[in-house]
């Protein structure tokens, strides 16, 4: 990647989501880690897969330094706690269930905090370190009721500052002008506002500058969206994405498939480092942010 990068170059987090949620998905996600196109990747630390490929992507990631970080999952899966009035037959909610609960301020916070907790510990336990950060699974952080508790627990457990958070809020005007996933995008980012107040109040560092956000429909080539994406403003952006290799174990567990192929192939392609180049930023760690303020 630093080939296509000029002077000028300014960095921008380029973040795959779901590592850990299939073997199709980590194995893909570990090869663009390896290719330099990505610079963080977000794990599903409840799904076995997390387990089975953390030491693989700590090889990777050793040799192509990235930003490794929990992915809160709330939604879908198994949970690892007993999930008390959370989950219902050993399984999370659907968003659709659990977003009306969340905006009523009516989840279950211990609950919350007890499953966080153990996320965080089964992501310790696996990679032997804190998490760079922490996101959430369909952006599930940003909801009432789970980011007062995940700012709670980040300050409680850890040294100041030394896990940064997902900051998912988008100019107004930016989501109306590209015209794809607006309801979806002007939700999270209202929503967003609320987890951006808490980390400021509490000094928890947090991205400045968010992208990614479609609806998976293919109507819009995935290029095209990349590249509004990346021209997207923001002095410490952010963009997440989601490839994949689809397998049996992901048509098994999820219901987003073929286009993690579309984003795979599109993110391994001389037009990803092109269109980098064109935009004049480069894949880059948190950490760049400081070095160049």
């Given at each position: 990647?630093?080939?296509?990068?000029?002077?000028?170059?300014?960095?921008?987090?380029?973040?795959?989501?779901?590592?850990?949620?299939?073997?199709?998905?980590?194995?893909?996600?570990?090869d663009l880690i390896a290719a330099g196109r990505l610079s963080a990747t977000s794990c599903m630390t409840p799904l076995p897969d997390w387990r089975r490929r953390a030491g693989r992507l700590r090889d990777v990631v050793t040799r192509h330094p990235a930003d490794v970080g929990l992915h809160l999952t709330l939604t879908d899966h198994a949970p690892l706690t007993a999930a008390p009035g959370l989950a219902q037959a050993g399984r999370l909610p659907s968003l659709g269930r659990l977003l009306p609960r969340a905006l009523a301020h009516a989840l279950p916070r211990a609950t919350v905090r007890d499953e966080l907790r153990a996320q965080l510990n089964a992501?310790?336990?696996?990679?032997?370190?804190?998490?760079?950060?922490?996101?959430?699974?369909?952006?599930?952080?940003v909801l009432p009721g789970v980011r007062e508790v995940l700012v709670e627990e980040l300050l409680r457990r850890y040294p100041a500052e030394r896990v940064w958070v997902?900051?998912?809020?988008?100019?107004?005007?930016?989501?109306?002008?590209?015209?794809?996933?607006?309801?979806?995008?002007?939700?999270?980012?209202?929503?967003?506002?609320?987890?951006?107040?808490?980390?400021?109040?509490?000094?928890?560092?947090?991205?400045d500058g968010f992208a990614g956000l479609h609806d998976f429909s293919?109507?819009?080539?995935?290029?095209?969206l990349m590249q509004a994406f990346l021209s997207a403003s923001g002095p410490r952006p952010l963009v997440?994405?989601?490839?994949?290799?689809?397998?049996?174990?992901?048509?098994?567990?999820?219901?987003?498939?073929?286009?993690?192929?579309?984003?795979?192939?599109?993110?391994?392609?001389?037009?990803?480092?092109?269109?980098?180049?064109?935009?004049?930023?480069?894949?880059?760690?948190?950490?760049?942010?400081?070095?160049?303020a």
């Open positions: 990647m630093h080939d296509h990068s000029t002077p000028c170059s300014r960095p921008i987090i380029v973040c795959a989501d779901d590592f850990g949620l299939a073997a199709g998905v980590s194995e893909a996600i570990a992501f310790e336990d696996a990679w032997g370190a804190p998490p760079d950060y922490v996101d959430g699974h369909q952006h599930v952080h997902r900051d998912c809020v988008e100019p107004l005007t930016r989501c109306v002008r590209r015209r794809v996933a607006l309801p979806k995008a002007l939700l999270i980012s209202t929503l967003g506002f609320g987890l951006r107040r808490l980390l400021r109040k509490h000094g928890v560092p947090a991205n293919g109507r819009i080539p995935f290029r095209t997440h994405v989601h490839p994949g290799r689809v397998d049996t174990e992901l048509l098994a567990c999820d219901s987003l498939t073929t286009p993690r192929e579309t984003e795979l192939a599109y993110l391994a392609s001389p037009d990803f480092a092109a269109d980098l180049a064109t935009a004049r930023v480069q894949p880059a760690r948190f950490a760049d942010f400081r070095r160049t």
